[in-house]
């Protein structure tokens, strides 16, 4: 195994001192140029607060922004995916109608700001649809177990339509591009193989499940992971329709103490914890297939 030497020149020391000057500069003008008084021991209390009747510490605003950040994004990651792959395949299809209908749906989503998207959804689903199905009047009307289980999951019951609109907004908006990245995986794989599988005699939805989709998925994972990594940074946009995620949360606490550059700071910590964990388990799942794929 030939190993690369690691070559430390002055283009790097230059880019160094660079870095290290536009920290320092970037420290000194918050310090004396704001004017700003920091106050880092209040923030912990807005993490986790201590229950005197509960006898231990429970989740304050900013921790239940970050569960409810954590569940909108599996929701809308596991909605988009079915979304994406659905699409995908239509994509991908001899037809020409389907092709032009998932073309349709990837170029409207992924040309239309997703601002504009969450009031669309929310005015008419939060506003028309949803009420005609009575869901918070039947969650509401449901034991407390039953109650206590659909917020651990998804959100309370008096939050529901704000909820689902985001989830359904996010979902819509992410799968046209995970429309594209099952339609570039299907599309990498060899004409060879499907010429090879047509003149074995399977039909074309045997090829797709038996060849083609199974080498897909392997292509698709990592960027998939990608993808799943922006819905997590696109969800705060939902903060628009009161969905109390992170971002919102944050705003109520800037809003309630003033602690403007401490409660975004937190904020970004708290993102990047989340988005970084992801990235470092999506890596690892890559890896794992790789030495799958080299009989490693």
Not at 14 to 34: D, T
Not at 137 to 153: I, K, N
Not at 174 to 187: D, L, M, P, Q
Request: charged share 15%; net charge positive; with cysteine.
């Amino acid at each position: 195994m030939i190993t690369r030497r690691t070559r430390f020149g002055w283009l790097d020391l230059l880019i160094a001192a660079g870095m290290a000057a536009a920290a320092a500069y970037f420290f000194y003008r918050i310090r004396l140029g704001l004017n700003y008084q920091w106050e880092w021991g209040a923030i912990p209390q807005y993490l986790f607060r201590y229950d005197a009747d509960a006898g231990r510490y429970v989740a304050n605003v900013l921790m239940d922004g970050f569960a409810m950040t954590v569940r909108l994004s599996v929701w809308a990651t596991v909605l988009a995916t079915l979304i994406g792959v659905f699409m995908g395949l239509m994509r991908a299809s001899h037809s020409r109608f389907r092709r032009l209908s998932a073309a349709a749906y990837v170029e409207l989503m992924r040309n239309t700001p997703p601002l504009v998207l969450i009031f669309i959804f929310y005015f008419f689903i939060g506003d028309q649809l949803l009420p005609a199905t009575g869901l918070e009047l039947h969650l509401r009307g449901q034991p407390e177990a039953v109650q206590r289980l659909f917020a651990l999951l998804a959100a309370p019951p008096g939050q529901a339509a704000a909820f689902v609109s985001a989830v359904l907004t996010l979902s819509i908006f992410e799968g046209a591009y995970i429309t594209e990245i099952v339609r570039a995986g299907i599309r990498s794989i060899e004409q060879g193989q499907r010429e090879a599988a047509a003149a074995l005699g399977f039909s074309a939805w045997q090829r797709m499940r038996h060849i083609i989709l199974p080498q897909a998925v392997q292509r698709i994972l990592p960027p998939l992971g990608g993808q799943f990594i922006s819905t997590i940074k696109d969800s705060a946009i939902v903060s628009v329709i009161s969905v109390p995620e992170l971002t919102f949360r944050g705003m109520e606490l800037m809003a309630a103490t003033y602690l403007t550059f401490e409660t975004w700071i937190t904020i970004t910590g708290l993102y990047f914890i989340l988005t970084f964990g992801c990235s470092a388990g999506f890596q690892r799942l890559e890896a794992g297939l790789r030495r799958r794929r080299s009989g490693g």
